[in-house]
């Protein structure tokens, strides 16, 4: 059971005040530009299996939905709580009526988290309400997290900066909602839960147990490694998988109508398109460095289909379309990407090739699992050892220096300078 891709809510920023929002966030990060700083996937290749072995990683499902940072922060204008959603297109969404407190209880709730940096997930969960049945709730997955009231955490590993964000922000959240301020959850905006994840290995669970009970629409895996810093943009360390016949990549398309020779009659003898007719529809991925869009494809479209799209009454040229592979160099329209400003990047394009020529498929990840656990497993073990040796060492090296400075304090005692005796004790 799955929802819908929900919009953003939430008033759109502009002008200065989107300026300074971009300016604060990133300083926040310690960046230098002012772009989208959240991390980016690469698909999921062959190679991908013996990656997934060497490194620990967390596994957890591709939510259908909108990637957004969330921004907490101060309002200068009241010095009060405020929360902004960042979409991939980088604007601001000022969402109000949500809080996070740093204490759940009465009296203490009205403190708030400020200078505070969430990656997640905007999804529309199906839910059944006893009184009317179905319904759609509006809910936040967050998945990582950045920043935390101004401490950076992008070079913690993974599973702390989830349990910072759990026990420090989420846990506050939850109590307040769900048991001192109970009254109040039905009024916010959208509720805020964490993405649970699975090691690596539990990729047979994840297909039979965890993705037939999402409330959301899901279309894959995601997987992220665990030891690996925060890395914004394309990050070679979280990858993405998705069913064979769901990869997709995202395009600008352009519409070419067929020229009409004019009539030997028509006052103008120029030639001109034919709008009646069905375009062709030409598709180019971003070449970024490379230089402006490279063309690289085209869109299948019949009379329905070019029917059902004229019926959107919408405009169609210049757009970001998301599209599978038919066959060589043609494409299927799946849906309008209106959260994207550009096509993906040709590096991008490469990688989802791969993964398409590649077509790991839901068995060849089961069969790898125990490849995964056995190599996890054995680093545990290692881990396990090297600590027991190391807290052997200090408490080695700390009964030798007990006896050193026993001894030396025993000199003392006879020299008969006792309170020097008793410090060096105390050390």
Known sequence: ??????????????????????????????????????????????????ELQKQDYFVCEKSDGIRCLMYLTTDPGNMGEATFLIDRKNDYYHIQGLHFPKSAERGNAAA????????????????????????????????????????RLMHQTLDKRIAKFRDIVFNPYEKLYNDTFKEEKQYLPFLVDWKRMERGYGIEHMFKQTLPQLPHGNDGLIFTCRTSPYQFGTDQHILKWKPAEENSIDFRMTLEFPVVEPDSDDEDQSPYPDYSAIPQVKLAVYGGDRGGDIPYGNMFVDVGKWEEL??????????????????????????????????????????????????????????????????????????????????????????????????????????????????????
């Not at 300074?20 to 980016?40: E, H, I, K």
């Not at 309008?336 to 791969?354: L, P």
């Open 1 to 50: 059971m799955g929802g819908s891709t929900p919009d953003i809510p939430g008033q759109k920023m502009v002008g200065d005040d989107l300026w300074l929002l971009r300016n604060q966030v990133a300083g926040l990060l310690d960046r230098s530009n002012t772009n989208f700083p959240g991390a980016q996937p690469v698909s999921f290749a062959a190679r991908h299996k013996l």
């Open 310 to 427: 004229k019926a959107l009454k919408e405009p169609l040229n210049d757009r970001i379309v998301e599209c599978s592979l038919i066959e060589s160099n043609t494409w299927k329209f799946m849906r309008f990407r209106d959260d994207k400003h550009e096509a993906n990047h040709i590096s991008t394009v490469e990688s989802v090739m791969e993964s398409i020529q590649d077509m790991v498929s839901e068995e060849d990840l089961i069969r790898a699992s125990k490849a995964i656990k056995d190599e996890w497993k054995k680093r545990e073990k290692e881990t396990i050892e090297m600590q027991k040796a190391a807290m052997a060492r200090a408490a080695t090296n700390g009964q030798m220096g007990q006896a050193r400075n026993g001894s030396v304090g025993m000199k003392r005692k006879f020299d008969g300078n006792e309170e020097t005796t008793k410090g060096t004790d105390g050390v």
């Open 112 to 151: 708030f988290h400020t200078d505070t940096i969430f990656d997640g997930e905007l999804v529309n969960d199906t839910i059944n309400d006893p009184s009317s049945g179905l319904k759609q709730q509006l809910i936040y997955l967050v998945f990582d997290c950045l920043v935390l009231n101004g401490d």
